[in-house]
């Protein structure tokens, strides 16, 4: 983990079967993201993807909460364990709840009543752009990554400190 830290340009870990590879990885995940980088985790199967991002987010682990994961990918494919992290899963929950809570305010001040109205529109990318944004780790299949909106989009400000390969 300290040398793949270290490194300008890329680290190899290689392993067998069973011999600390996942956990490795997740442990040079939760270093970078301490350091402030962010991530983008892909792998050639949704398993090993989801595998990650299930031990990351397991309530379990102390430090799950300085993650905020985006998966990337078909729902279909994605593990029941993962799927509340899947993006457009995530973002109509995260979208259903701030509307809730805003037509719960009694008396919405106006910036709130704009966001309400920019929330009940059905193309508003509001919350989009905030869980896109905010995220520290993009995860998904090295295939289903391209369905990231920024990626798809060929966004120049896309920007990731780390890429880990999976499984490559």
Request: aromatic letters at 2%.
């Given at each position: 983990?300290?040398?793949?830290?270290?490194?300008?340009?890329?680290?190899?870990?290689?392993?067998?079967?069973?011999?600390?590879?996942?956990?490795?990885?997740?442990?040079?995940?939760?270093?970078?993201?301490?350091?402030?980088?962010?991530?983008?985790?892909?792998?050639?199967?949704?398993?090993?993807?989801?595998?990650?991002?299930?031990?990351?987010?397991?309530?379990?682990?102390?430090?799950?909460?300085?993650?905020?994961?985006?998966?990337?990918?078909?729902?279909?494919?994605?593990?029941?364990?993962?799927?509340?992290?899947?993006?457009?899963?995530?973002?109509?929950?995260?979208?259903?709840?701030?509307?809730?809570?805003?037509?719960?305010?009694?008396?919405?001040?106006?910036?709130?009543?704009?966001?309400?109205?920019?929330?009940?529109?059905?193309?508003?990318?509001?919350?989009?752009?905030?869980?896109?944004?905010?995220?520290?780790?993009?995860?998904?299949?090295?295939?289903?990554?391209?369905?990231?909106?920024?990626?798809?989009?060929?966004?120049?400000e896309l920007a990731f400190d780390l890429l880990l390969a999976d499984e490559a």
């Amino acid at each position: 983990v300290r040398r793949a830290l270290g490194t300008p340009d890329f680290a190899v870990l290689e392993g067998p079967p069973c011999s600390g590879k996942t956990t490795a990885i997740c442990e040079l995940i939760l270093q970078a993201l301490r350091l402030g980088r962010r991530v983008l985790l892909c792998a050639s199967t949704h398993v090993a993807v989801d595998n990650v991002l299930e031990r990351l987010m397991d309530p379990r682990n102390p430090r799950r909460d300085e993650v905020l994961p985006v998966r990337v990918g078909d729902a279909r494919n994605v593990s029941d364990r993962a799927q509340a992290w899947q993006f457009e899963r995530l973002r109509d929950t995260k979208r259903r709840e701030l509307r809730a809570w805003l037509r719960g305010v009694a008396a919405r001040t106006a910036p709130q009543q704009a966001l309400l109205d920019a929330l009940e529109r059905p193309n508003c990318d509001a919350i989009d752009r905030i869980i896109l944004d905010s995220a520290n780790l993009v995860c998904g299949t090295t295939v289903g990554i391209l369905q990231h909106p920024d990626i798809r989009e060929h966004r120049d400000e896309l920007a990731f400190d780390l890429l880990l390969a999976d499984e490559a």
